[in-house]
Every structure is written in C-alpha cells, then in structure tokens.
C-alpha cells in the first residue's frame, strides 16, 4: 500500500521569549507564587468550536501555574497585551526559511490557534507563518517544504492527576519554530534521513540544545486510510521504526474499514496510543492585539549575508583539503573548524594542522594518562600558533610537532620543548655509534633509529645529512 508522510519538528530557539521581553530559562526550584485557572472552548473566527477544544473540555481540569518573578510576566498570565514581536527570533526563523530554499512571506497575519488543555493560560498559541514552499533534497527525491511558523512554546507540565494539572511557566513563550513538510516522504528510511537534514540545518543555526528542545511529530496515511497525526517522536531512528509499525496497523485497521482520523502518540518502542480527535480548522484566528507583521526586503538581505554553511558542505570543504574522515569528523564534532581556519593561516599545511589540533592532543592524553580537559587548557590555540610559526620559519621541522605537543603535556615550558639541538660533533658521533652498533641497515633504517634516540631534538634533515656523509 502506497505511503504517504511528512514530518512536523518544533525547535526552541535560544533567544528570549517570543512577545514579551522574559528571559527563556527554565527553573528547578520551588514557585515563587501559583495561580488557579479552568478553560472552556469558544467559537472560533468561522463561528465553530473545534472540535479538539471540546473534547478537552469535556474533561473539566482545573489548571495550576507554578511562576517565578523574573521569567513570568503579566503577558504569559494573559493579564496584559503581547508585546511587539522578537526581531532576534524571527531573524533566525528567516535564516532557516532561506536554507530551506523557502518563498519569505512580507506580510503575514499572526493567528491564535486554540489550546484549552491548560497548556497556554490564554486558551490560545500565538503562530506567524513566515515562508512556504521550500524543499530538501534528498537521497529519494525531493522533498517539499510545505511551511516554516514562529510560534510561541507551551507551559510544561509538572504533574497530572485525574481533574487536576500543575504546569510550570517558565517556558511559556520561549520561540519556537515549527518546520512542516509535504507528505512527500514514501518511505520510513526517507523520513529518517529528512528528520537528520532538517536537524543539521537546524543546529546550523541559533537553536536551544538539550532534551526538550526539539518535537517532531509524524503525519501519514496509506491508501484507503485516514489521516494519522503521531506526537512527540523523539529520535530519527524512532521515526523510522515508528512509521512502520504504525502502517502495519493502519493495513489492519483499512482492512477491517475501521480507519479514523486521530492524533497518537509516541510510545519508546515505537508504537503509538490515542490521544484525541484530529483538530480542524475552526481552531485558527487572528490576533488582535499585534498588527500584519512586516517583513521588509532589507531585513531579509541583512539575514542573507549571516547565512551559517551546513556541516555536510564544510564536509565537503575539508575532504577537498586532502583531510580524511577521521579528522573532518573530529574538527566538526569538537567544534575545532574556526581554529583550523586560523592555523591554516599561520602555515598551509592541512594535515598537519588537523593533527595539533584534534587527533595528537587525544593520543597524548590518552598515552599520558591526562584528561583532555587539562590537555586542551595546555596546549591552546596560542601555543599551536608558535609551534607553526617555528615550523614556518624553519626553526624547527614538522616531524618535531608531536614530540614539542608531548612535551608541553608533560609540563615542560613552551620555551623548552621548542628548543631543538642543531647537528654538531656530539650528534655525528651519537649517529656513527648508532651505525656501528647495526652495520648493513639502510640509510632509511638508519635514520628511524636515530630519529628514535634523539626524540625530535635533532632535525630530521640535519641527521639526513650526516648519514650521507656516514654511509657512502
């Protein structure tokens, strides 16, 4: 049976609240104060109640809002108007629309979107549609990217008993932005690889990390089938497995003509539970109290020019630098990639540099029995500059690199470890020894054997030279 999918995801943004002017950090300690609440569902714009709203209503809750006095203010408690928009916020939301290869929006109506489960003290969230009809590229075709929303996140929910919810609002109001694609995705793999595009462009931006920072939520259908919302799906690989257990059960359930429209949710394993009925459309209207949000050309060019690259064209950058995976992988993952932009300035050699950097330091440590916090705090990005500035200036050869990191780790002073002996009668001595202890050995041997014995305080070319004039 042919799928149908496309993917939802609902990223924080690490800026402060969206309409007011609260700071977006969540909080451990106990309440400073807590106000009591119950909601009941209104028509919407078009004079229906959605049909979402009533069946939470149905349910009667009073809500508690646990509040503090510097991330709570009079607009989360619904007490006073919204303030202006977040330009910080909303510049972000562009930069990720742009590398989505989206149409921006100039002017654009913010909407109330009804939510009566206690989650928005308003009974509303705010939402902009900022930019539509994007895409993606991916290793099954192209994908559609349906919409790109700034909206403002959910109260989060600190207990839940049968009539009664407590909700912290701390995150209330922090930035979110919600990513919507076309059911184009046609299989569970393609919507795992969609799910790791999107995050990386994500993380390509000003974005809040950690658990919690991010939803993604799954919609599919199969032919035959209704439309099936799933909730909170964690992780790619869980997207994969839980769209194809979820299919599994929709076959079942088209078989027995039992299909129905609902939104699930997301169980660890993979498969999902009801949750409530499909929302319509009658839960969406204007709000009142801001007017259409410009966004003007200008705005738009100045974010262009702070375009960040993805990781998978920096990827491709290094790989042209001679760098093989290992590397690349380490420079991205520590975050290393603007260091070895600055040591590339100091000395043109790639592979080098990505060693002093990423890959000896670990070694060392390792080898050493050092933590790597230590180590990173010894050898800095000053201390890797003079190194390659001697390598530079022929003070000192490249094969001495390693020896002077190890040095320096073992807490000789900078000034010590680059001191590097030059060849005299001493070295020509020790060297002809070295030859006379294992005659027959080739000239190659040879200087393995002696670059041994002098650990990188002889230069390679100076004992080069005298085992030429040795061995004739």
Request: hydrophobic share 35%; with cysteine; net charge neutral.
């Amino acid at each position: 049976m042919e799928l149908k999918s496309g993917l939802e995801l609902h990223q924080q943004l690490n800026t402060r609240k969206l309409f007011c002017e609260c700071p977006s950090v969540l909080r451990s300690d106990n309440p400073e104060y807590v106000i009591n609440r119950r909601m009941h569902p209104v028509p919407g714009e078009s004079g229906e109640v959605d049909e979402a709203a009533r069946f939470e209503s149905l349910k009667k809750t009073e809500f508690i809002y646990e509040c503090y006095k510097d991330n709570v203010c009079l607009v989360d408690l619904d007490e006073e108007p919204c303030h202006d928009i977040n330009k910080e916020a909303l510049g972000i939301a562009l930069k990720i629309a742009l590398l989505l290869n989206c149409e921006i929006i100039p002017y654009t109506q913010i909407m109330r979107k009804t939510v009566i489960d206690g989650s928005n003290t308003s009974g509303f969230q705010r939402t902009a549609l900022i930019a539509k009809n994007g895409y993606i590229e991916t290793t099954s075709g192209r994908v559609g990217i349906a919409t790109v929303c700034l909206e403002e996140d959910s109260a989060r929910i600190i207990k839940q008993e049968k009539n009664r919810t407590i909700y912290r609002l701390d995150r209330l109001g922090i930035p979110l932005i919600e990513i919507a694609t076309d059911p184009d995705i046609k299989t569970a793999i393609q919507a795992k690889e969609v799910a790791l595009h999107l995050g990386e462009i994500l993380r390509a931006c000003n974005v809040k990390r950690g658990i919690g920072t991010i939803r993604q939520d799954v919609n599919l259908s199969i032919e035959g089938g209704k439309r099936i919302e799933i909730k909170g799906v964690q992780e790619p690989a869980l997207i994969q497995k839980t769209i194809e257990i979820e299919v599994e059960r929709q076959k079942e359930l088209v078989k027995k003509g039992n299909s129905v429209a609902e939104v699930r949710k997301a169980n660890p394993d993979g498969t999902t539970t009801f949750l409530r009925p499909m929302p319509g459309a009658a839960r969406m209207y204007p709000e009142t109290d801001l007017p259409l949000l410009y966004i003007s050309r200008d705005f738009i060019n100045e974010v262009k020019k702070g375009l960040p690259r993805l990781k998978s064209e920096l990827r491709q950058d290094l790989e042209k630098q001679g760098l093989n995976q290992e590397m690349i992988k380490l420079i991205l993952e520590e975050n290393k990639l603007e260091d070895y932009k600055t040591l590339l300035n100091v000395y043109k050699n790639p592979n080098l540099i990505a060693k002093l950097l990423v890959l000896w330091p670990r070694e060392i440590a390792v080898k050493e029995k050092i933590s790597e916090k230590k180590l990173k705090e010894l050898l800095h990005l000053d201390i890797l500059e003079l190194i390659l500035d001697n390598v530079r200036d022929k003070k000192i050869d490249e094969s001495h690199a390693r020896a002077i990191l190890t040095d320096i780790a073992k807490g000789k002073s900078v000034s010590e470890a680059l001191k590097i002996e030059k060849a005299d009668e001493k070295v020509e001595e020790e060297i002809l020894k070295i030859v006379k202890e294992k005659p027959g050995l080739s000239i190659n041997a040879y200087m393995g054997l002696a670059m041994q014995r002098f650990k990188g305080k002889v230069s390679g070319k100076d004992i080069m030279e005298i085992l030429k004039r040795i061995i004739k």
